[in-house]
């Protein structure tokens, strides 16, 4: 089984900027992506970016490339989202999730396990 644990969410105003952190414990040798997923009120939940845990590959969502930047620290267990030039549009609940397959993919049918989420708003 894998954990993960986000943090990091808040109140910002737009323009301004916001990291999240995930916190994988558990079988993490097991997971070979990693994603950051949201889901907005009345919306479906999507996908924000991914990283590769083999060479650190990553892929993002059109909406946020140029804004968001997603890594990792393999000393810590860790995998980061950099949120930059944040937008009201961008309020959503942030998931972290582990991925068993080797592929970059913001397929959220894909993905093995998730954390609770974390809370954004972006305030106009």
């Known amino acids: 089984q894998v954990q993960l644990v986000e943090s990091g969410g808040g109140l910002v105003q737009a323009g301004g900027s916001l990291t999240l952190s995930c916190a994988a414990s558990?079988?993490?040798?097991?997971?070979?992506?990693m994603g950051w997923f949201r889901q907005a009120p009345g919306k479906e939940r999507e996908g924000v970016a991914c990283i590769m845990t083999n060479d650190d590959s990553t892929l993002y969502a059109n909406s946020v490339k140029g804004r968001f930047t997603i890594s990792r620290d393999t000393a810590t267990n860790m995998v980061y989202l950099q949120m930059n030039n944040l937008k009201p549009e961008n309020t959503a609940v942030y998931y972290c999730?582990?991925?068993?397959?080797?592929?970059?993919?913001?397929?959220?049918?894909?993905?093995?396990?998730w954390g609770q989420g974390t809370q954004v708003t972006v305030s106009s």
């Open positions: 558990g079988s993490i040798f097991k997971i070979n992506s």
């Open positions: 999730a582990g991925l068993e397959i080797a592929t970059d993919t913001l397929d959220i049918g894909e993905y093995d396990a």
